[in-house]
Antibody, heavy 119, light 109 residues
Framework: EVQMVESGGGLVQPGGSLRLSCAASGFTFSSFTMDWVRQAPGKGLEWISF????????YYADSVKGRFTISRDNAKNSLYLEMNNLRAEDTAVYYC????????????WGQGTLVTVSS | QSALTQPRSVSGSPGQSVTISCTGT?????????VSWYQQHSGKAPKLMIYGVTKRPSGVPDRFSGSKSDNTASLTISGLQADDEADYYC?????????FGGGTKLTVL
């Protein structure tokens, strides 16, 4: 059974940092590109970052560029998101997603982890 | 990186068909055949319904179909069922980034 479990969310003050993790199982994690997608409370989906299989290619949305860093450890079947200089507008549920069938086919999703940025 | 444009809401009665449009530009939808659609029930993670403009993942009923013309993609749901009531999001490649639509709330009357 495919499972992706995010962790690391919580309450953080503006300007603070958090590291999100996504543990994958039930599929060959090392074979697929991975992304982070977030959803602010009551709002729509927002793509924030992509990482290739080898970690050689990484893309970021303008809203997080320079503040967030995506990484992966294929040996541990894990995806990470290092978030620095957090702002109130970063408050959202953060999902990890796997592109399996082809680019932009986010076939597998985690259940999400809530990040709240507030003083 | 502006969101793709979707109607905020659509509705239909059980058994009817509805179509949700998703309008982008020649730099995203118009440039790539990597358009996907996601269904999201309240409080749940999104679920892939269509990818590659027209392809259905295993397990998705053939009542769901996708298409694209120029800079606009569409999701058609035929034979509406109560469980289809959810939010739907389109998604497109835009080169080095990805754009989602603002989302459409489907109400089954």
């Amino acid at each position: 059974e495919v499972q992706m479990v995010e962790s690391g969310g919580g309450l953080v003050q503006p300007g603070g940092s958090l590291r999100l993790s996504c543990a994958a199982s039930g599929f060959t994690f090392s074979s697929f590109t991975m992304d982070w997608v977030r959803q602010a409370p009551g709002k729509g989906l927002e793509w924030i970052s992509f990482i290739s299989v080898s970690s050689g290619t990484r893309y970021y949305a303008d809203s997080v560029k320079g503040r967030f860093t995506i990484s992966r450890d294929n040996a541990k079947n894990s995806l990470y998101l290092e978030m620095n200089n957090l702002r109130a507008e970063d408050t959202a549920v953060y999902y990890c997603a796997a592109e399996v069938d082809e680019p932009l086919s986010f076939d597998y999703w985690g259940q999400g982890t809530l990040v709240t940025v507030s003083s | 990186q502006s969101a793709l444009t979707q109607p905020r809401s659509v509705s239909g009665s059980p058994g009817q068909s509805v179509t949700i449009s998703c309008t982008g530009t020649s730099s995203d939808i118009g440039a790539y055949n990597y358009v996907s659609w996601y269904q999201q029930h309240s409080g749940k993670a999104p679920k892939l319904m269509i990818y590659g403009v027209t392809k259905r993942p295993s397990g998705v009923p053939d009542r769901f179909s996708g298409s694209k013309s120029d800079n606009t993609a569409s999701l058609t749901i035929s034979g509406l069922q109560a469980d289809d009531e959810a939010d739907y999001y389109c998604c497109s490649n835009a080169g080095t980034y990805v754009i989602f639509g603002g989302g459409t709330k489907l109400t089954v009357l």
